[in-house]
């Protein structure tokens, strides 16, 4: 427990519930030997023993990991006593030899290309895909209970994350029937004959981030599958324990070695990458880890990298904006899932004519968001899943306070064991961390401004460039900074908060934020590369041509449409 790094100005307001202490948020746990509600959903530790290694899950003999919650018990009512984290289950931390196992399962199942499943006719291949989809569908309740107490996600929004990955399988589905469909046909261009579809690149190894575990890794696992690659999955670091359901799934629904699923640390991602026989890197995580992945790659330049790394995103409110609105989706974009988000706004600048009032609302805001479990109902504040983030955030707010900026909301800056309450830092300068690091927590700073020349600036030096968010309701104000900004992010949202959805819209980002596109449709082309089978239209190719589509003797070469 910490008290407040500074005290807060902001008044409160006489309506609204009075402001966090470290004791009140410690009483929102759950009390040690007082039955958990219902809502919990609580379940007996999961023993997870095997990987998903060609084919067979294989069971574990060595090291096993204990996987704890951010939720822990308090000893004794009142909020007192010890805190104990839940424990989960366990599951296997495997070895090199283990994961170059799964390496080579991946390999024979590209066998050069010519496997069975680089090699299988699209419509086949969705069959496969739509019985996984089936299968899948069937555990939704076991991996929304486990995400939520793996990572202290809301159950609703765990529901969504499950909702919307089951969506993107769909859309992932009906997007490569239809660039199936485009390519079914011949292109003749000055007398040559061809049929250019997309073909797969091989062994993909795809590592999703702990704040979507399940989402933001089938964004890359399901097209870089469905297009033909075989893929190994090493599971997030936090949200390992939601694959349990799914392992059965994944073995019967593909081939052999087709999925390798494998739960582990850096000692067998770089094992893995160091081997050479990866040809895609489907990352979603720090810059750091991604450069160590590719450079451990003895032949880079054959390695394709897509890539969703840091961000920093600002949203800027100027002096016409609707307060309203703005400090709607201020909340959402700075607050949402604790503000553990590639997305959430990281930076606000807001004009100096505005400041007084944005504060004092933001302030009232915040006191209106639920903090407790992700059980609770209507909640929005729950305990951070990543050991020592409660005093990372501390830290950050104390050397805000250090260098003069302060606390600007009522209960900011209180923590208490996992849970640390929305905080917002005013006036922030380039001379504090928070200004330059990415909190990825409930910690947003306000930086007053009055040119909006220092926005801009801080947009144009920023290392990242994902997106930005622009509050104001002038035309002219809004469109003078709309062309400027497309050039130094790859989203600009009007009156609105920074998102990925919906993902028929591309998502990427500029300078270290990211490589590559993703979207239902953009993922499919990121995990194929263009190929053609071309032949000059004398009669005897036509002739040649015409047999083997007519006797169906290529999965390639195939005038065949899905329908
Ligand atoms: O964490 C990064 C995610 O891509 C953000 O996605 O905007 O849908 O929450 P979202």
Not at 74 to 84: M, Q, S, V
Not at 168 to 189: C, G, H, N, P
Not at 328 to 333: D, I, K, M, S, V
Not at 391 to 416: E, F, I, K, M, Q
Request: aromatic share 6%; proline share 7%.
């Amino acid at each position: 427990m910490s008290s407040q790094p500074t005290a807060s100005t902001a008044g409160p307001a006489a309506n609204l519930a009075a402001a966090h202490t470290p004791e009140s948020l410690r009483t929102l746990f759950p009390v040690a030997g007082q039955p958990l509600p219902e809502a919990a959903h609580a379940f007996a530790p999961i023993e997870q023993r095997t990987c998903l290694i060609d084919g067979r899950l294989e069971e574990w003999p060595g090291e096993m990991q204990q996987v704890f919650s951010p939720i822990g018990e308090i000893d004794g009512t009142g909020g007192t006593g010890g805190f104990t984290p839940r424990l989960l289950g366990r599951c296997p931390i495997l070895d090199e030899a283990a994961a170059l196992r799964a390496v080579d399962a991946a390999d024979r199942a590209w066998a050069d290309g010519m496997g069975a499943w680089p090699t299988m006719g699209v419509a086949e291949r969705i069959r496969h895909v739509e019985d996984f989809a089936r299968r899948m569908a069937a555990r939704r309740t076991e991996v929304v209970r486990i995400m939520m107490w793996e990572i202290c996600k809301s159950w609703q929004d765990a529901s969504g994350e499950f909702d919307r990955t089951m969506e993107y399988l769909r859309d992932t589905i009906d997007a490569l029937k239809d660039l199936d469909r485009a390519s079914s046909r011949f292109v003749i261009e000055k007398g040559i004959y061809a049929q250019i579809r997309r073909a797969p690149l091989g062994p993909v190894l795809c590592m999703g981030p702990y704040n979507y575990p399940l989402n933001e890794t089938f964004c890359t696992l399901m097209p870089a599958l469905i297009m033909g690659n075989p893929v190994i999955v090493k599971t997030p670091r936090l949200g390992r324990l939601l694959y349990s359901p799914l392992m059965e799934a994944f073995r019967d629904a593909f081939p052999a070695g087709v999925v390798n699923i494998l739960h582990g640390d850096r000692r067998i991602v770089k094992p893995i990458m160091a081997s050479g026989r990866i040809n895609v890197l489907a990352f979603i995580g720090s810059s750091t880890a991604a450069d160590a992945l590719r450079l451990a790659h003895p032949h880079p330049h054959r390695l394709r990298c897509v890539l969703g790394l840091d961000a920093k995103n600002a949203g800027i409110v100027l002096d016409c904006a609707d307060m309203d609105l703005t400090v709607a989706e201020a909340l959402q974009g700075s607050f949402s899932f604790n503000g553990q988000r590639c997305t959430a706004l990281k930076m606000l600048f807001v004009h100096e004519k505005r400041l007084e009032e944005f504060l004092a609302r933001m302030d009232e805001g915040i006191r209106k968001l639920r903090i407790g479990m992700p059980w609770d109902e209507g909640v929005r504040i729950t305990p951070l899943p990543v050991p020592g983030k409660s005093a990372y955030l501390d830290d950050l707010v104390r050397d805000a306070a250090a260098h003069g900026g302060r606390v600007a909301n009522s209960g900011g800056g209180t923590h208490a064991e996992t849970l640390y309450h929305p905080t917002v830092v005013c006036p922030a300068t380039p001379q504090m961390r928070v200004y330059h690091e990415e909190q990825f927590g409930p910690v947003i700073p306000v930086i007053p401004f009055t040119d909006i020349e220092t926005p801009v600036r801080y947009v144009v030096g920023s290392q990242y460039g994902q997106q930005l968010s622009i509050f104001g309701n002038d035309p002219d104000d809004v469109a003078r900074l709309i062309d400027p900004m497309v050039n130094q992010v790859c989203r600009v949202n009007i009156n609105s908060q920074c998102q990925r959805g919906p993902d028929t819209f591309p998502f990427t980002g500029r300078k270290d934020s990211a490589e590559g596109t993703l979207s239902v449709s953009d993922a499919l082309r990121c995990f194929s590369i263009r190929t053609l089978v071309a032949a000059k239209g004398s009669d005897a190719n036509k002739e040649l041509l015409t047999s083997i589509l007519r006797d169906r003797r290529s999965n390639f070469l195939s005038n065949d449409f899905i329908l």
